[in-house]
């Protein structure tokens, strides 16, 4: 390990090393522009020059690797004057319109620029501008106060695997863009807002809304997809006003996706704000006890076998367990999470969580993935495996109908039918997943939301055991899920009890007229007129489908607005927390449950968040584990059984459209018209 | 000259396809370099489209050749508007390019600019009305020698002056190719009014040989 002497302070880095790795580790702070941990190298911005003995000039410590016996000073006079003449040169073009940026407050130029800039500058001639650009609905540039770090060229062409940005022209007529007019069509390119070290990227939807000293921070868990990137809600008085991402090496590095990150306009619309009852065929605003008072009557009245309850894809895991207790204490078993109605058994863990952890997937060396596209339903997912790809010594291989992936996949078909070959041993992809190291297997959630999904399951099984893709060391059979609620909901036996019903059978009966009142916590996502003559109690947060069937609307708490436990995909359990209160009389989703079985006349055991937690822990101690994987046994699972020839499909038509709130939030019907692969027409929503 | 044009878009051709002739001589330019390094192909492939394609590269051709290397559009975008001998517009078939830099300067390039733009009417950058003329100031031209040099298409004209360029614009107005090279009593490069070097340089024991 190379020795060097940093400031008078030796210190030992590994080999390989740069100088200003080596500064970070010793705790000594390099401004820098260009340079980003999770991106490739430049050196292009040149703040980052510190003096090396015996070498002739100062030198870009970004770039600059180690070597033994190196004497490096940081802030010697030689090193100073270079920041402040590199700092003179970037303002000689960067606009002084501080007041009217975005970045203001958080921008690094300005932060560098008050330790390394001079009082007033020397050029007397006429700034440089650039022409306008329009980056889509999402990015706003502003290319005029652009340093040309190349930061967003970078992450759009390695992290986002969608090259559709550079630097065209020379010298003072460079310009960061997409040459040709065209939108950034990435899912992820939100997070060039957050690259841009300056107001050149700024979120288009967020302009000019708010300061970011004054914006209140929550840290929290998104659950737009099943990843659960942590992330910051920033808000001020009763509004969200924008998200960002945490630093969370094992979950999303520092990345969110665009649905994740933009569809915070959607929770200040469509929201349901009071309770409503419907009367004469139209619902009509009720007070909070008129409301229970119904619902708990049509609950009560009804036989135990006539009621079921369906949760929707952005439950907490707390009002999971309170609903079903409740239908419980009515003696009712027919639950369901799985709206998309998957047929995963919730009695074993490992076939339904994405059993390797998401940051397994560095150790992969092939991947097959079975009916996903995780470009969309898990953008950040996608992200690392691209990542994996870049790292060379790396092949997938996809079954499932064409997408435009952001890594070669190798085309296997679009049926069940090469899976059972590869099980049978008839398919040349066997030996390739034999022969690997660390064979990963990714299901996606709709490869099991079809009627055959127990045979398949098997079938995948099987393979992931055949091809060794389980071992002590090594667990590498995933399902992707894309519902942050699902694995949350499974691991708390949200499904079917014995004897019970399953969603199909919940809608079935519905439209016979066996089941007669529906409970839908916050599910909307399947078709709602297959609840027939039933009385459909809707708790939840927006006026989406589920709402417009309701014959009594409870109004709840989004995930922003209420303490919440979330499990994504891998199996992590990890806290949501409250930025603000749920507007008008809506109230947190548990506390209406526990309202509700008080007028049942059946008290949940719970009268505060603690307590519904400490019982939520005694019956499942997973949940204490916050923030960490817990490892899961490996057992079999899936019936065998017959197939089907159908292909696989992709249950995501709309990337920026799945769910309530993605539903409601302009912004999102803006990209689902302009950036979406097929373009919708324009809905009533737009604008 | 890049592609921006002001800010007005320039029009563009839908489709661009090399001549079964230039795809072999793409396919021999993208032979000489190693495997899985074809991208390194791009400048000559992109002076060819030019040459194919009247002396300008069309948005059209940078996707092709994009499409022929396994290269994003963008990237080939990058390069193309990165080196100033691509023109990116459409430029007359007479394509003027005048150098400044020092040598021609301090030798008249200025007479020379000044001769070009009296006698077509038109200013650096600009193309006549007639669309025959385009000019260009261009950096050095590797010419210095017989500076000052105006370039017009493939062919250098050199040691030129005010009259003298206007007599070759007159000379390419009427449709003639002047012959190329020097402009005054010269052989290429040599010195002007015969050698000055080696004149008493003997090897026979006599002179006054250094």
């Known amino acids: 390990m190379p020795k060097l002497t940093i400031n008078g302070t030796e210190v030992e880095v590994p080999p390989g090393y740069t100088i200003l790795q080596a500064c970070n580790q010793a705790g000594i702070e390099v401004p820098h522009f260009c340079f980003h941990q999770r991106l490739a190298i430049a050196g292009n911005c040149r703040m980052c020059l510190v003096e090396q003995e015996k070498a002739p000039k100062p030198v870009a410590s970004c770039a600059m690797p180690v070597a033994d016996g190196m004497v490096v000073h940081t802030n010697s006079p030689l090193a100073q004057k270079a920041r402040k003449g590199v700092m003179e040169f970037l303002l000689i073009n960067h606009p002084l319109d501080c007041p009217i940026c975005d970045q203001g407050g958080e921008c690094d130029l300005q932060d560098e620029a008050m330790a390394y800039g001079k009082d007033r500058g020397r050029y007397q001639e006429a700034k440089r501008a650039v022409r306008a650009k329009d980056f889509g609905p999402l990015v706003k540039a502003t290319m005029t106060r652009c340093i040309h770090c190349t930061r967003c060229i970078r992450f759009a062409a390695d992290v986002a695997g969608v090259p559709d940005l550079g630097g065209t022209g020379r010298g003072e007529n460079m310009e960061v863009g997409t040459y040709v007019e065209k939108a950034l069509t990435s899912e992820l390119s939100g997070n060039m807002i957050d690259l841009c070290p300056v107001g050149a990227l700024t979120s288009k939807p967020y302009a000019f809304e708010a300061r970011a000293w004054e914006l209140r921070k929550t840290e929290s868990i998104d659950v737009v997809d099943a990843v659960g990137t942590n992330i910051r809600l920033d808000a001020r008085g009763q509004a969200v006003l924008r998200i960002l991402p945490r630093v969370n090496e094992d979950v999303n590095e520092e990345w969110l996706s665009d649905k994740g990150r933009f569809v915070v306009d959607g929770l200040l619309k469509r929201r349901l704000d009071r309770p409503y009852i419907r009367r004469n065929g139209k619902l009509v605003e009720a007070s909070w006890p008129e409301a229970l008072t119904i619902a708990a009557e049509r609950l009560g009245k009804a036989s135990a076998d006539r009621i079921a309850a369906i949760a929707g894809d952005l439950c907490d895991v707390e009002s999971m367990l309170a609903l079903k207790e409740v239908m419980t204490s009515l003696g009712s078993t027919n639950l369901d999470c799985r709206q998309d109605g998957a047929k995963t058994p919730a009695a074993v863990r490992s076939s339904y969580i994405f059993n390797s952890a998401i940051a397994g997937i560095d150790k992969a060396d092939v991947v097959l993935l079975i009916g996903t596209n995780p470009r969309q339903e898990a953008p950040v997912i996608n992200a690392r495996l691209r990542k994996r790809y870049l790292k060379g010594g790396f092949k997938a291989g996809q079954i499932g109908p064409f997408f435009d992936s952001t890594f070669p996949v190798t085309a296997l078909g679009e049926g069940p039918a090469v899976l059972q070959a590869l099980v049978e041993g008839n398919h040349a992809w066997l030996d390739v997943l034999k022969s690997a190291q660390n064979p990963m297997i990714i299901m996606g959630s709709g490869a099991v939301a079809r009627a055959d999904g127990l045979a398949i399951l098997d079938l995948a099984c099987r393979l992931a055991d055949a091809v060794g893709a389980v071992r002590e060391d090594w667990n590498g059979f995933n399902v992707l899920q894309r519902a942050a609620s699902r694995v949350g909901g499974l691991d708390i036996g949200f499904v079917p009890g014995p004897g019970g019903r399953d969603l199909d059978g919940i809608l079935d009966g519905a439209s016979k007229g066996e089941v007669e009142v529906v409970y839908l916590l916050g599910a909307d996502e399947f078709d709602v007129s297959r609840l027939g003559n039933a009385f459909v109690i809707y708790q939840g947060h927006h006026g989406d489908a589920g709402a417009g069937r309701a014959d009594i609307v409870l109004p709840g708490a989004a995930y922003t607005e209420k303490n919440g436990t979330y499990v994504n995909t891998e199996g992590r359990v990890q806290l949501g927390r409250l930025a603000v209160y749920p507007p008008g009389e809506a109230k947190e989703d548990w506390r209406v449950l526990r309202a509700l079985s008080e007028h049942l006349g059946r008290a949940l055991p719970y009268d505060s968040l603690p307590q519904l937690r400490q019982h939520m822990l005694s019956l499942f101690p997973l949940f204490a584990q916050v923030d960490d994987v817990v490892a899961t046994a490996w057992q079999d699972f899936g019936v065998q059984g017959p197939v089907s020839g159908a292909d696989f499909a992709y249950p995501i038509d709309t990337y920026y459209m799945t769910d309530p709130i993605s539903r409601a939030s302009p912004t999102m019907a803006e990209c689902a018209v302009s950036l979406a692969p097929n373009p919708l027409s324009k809905t009533g929503t737009h604008g | ?210």
């Open chain 2, 1 to 210: 000259m890049s592609g921006d044009n002001g800010g007005n878009p320039v029009e563009q051709p839908a489709s661009f396809e090399f001549t079964p002739e230039n795809i072999a001589r793409a396919r021999a330019l993208i032979a000489k370099y190693p495997e899985g390094r074809q991208a390194s192909a791009v400048l000559p492939l992109l002076y060819l489209a030019q040459e194919q394609h009247e002396n300008w590269v069309p948005r059209a051709a940078m996707d092709y050749i994009g499409a022929m290397l396994d290269m994003a559009p963008i990237r080939v975008y990058e390069v193309a508007t990165f080196y100033t001998m691509f023109n990116l517009r459409p430029v007359g078939p007479y394509f003027l390019q005048v150098c400044t830099t020092t040598p021609c300067w301090l030798r008249g390039s200025d007479a020379v600019l000044d001769a070009c733009r009296s006698k077509l009417g038109i200013d650096i950058d600009e193309r006549t009305a007639d669309g025959r003329f385009t000019i260009v100031e261009v950096e050095c031209l590797g010419a210095c020698v017989n500076a000052p040099v105006l370039r017009v298409n493939d062919d250098n004209y050199e040691d030129l002056d005010g009259p003298r360029t206007l007599a070759l614009l007159d000379a390419l107005a009427r449709g003639e190719k002047p012959p190329r090279g020097p402009t005054i009593e010269r052989q290429n490069a040599a010195p002007v009014g015969g050698p000055t070097t080696l004149t008493t340089l003997r090897f026979d024991g006599g002179g006054d040989a250094a």
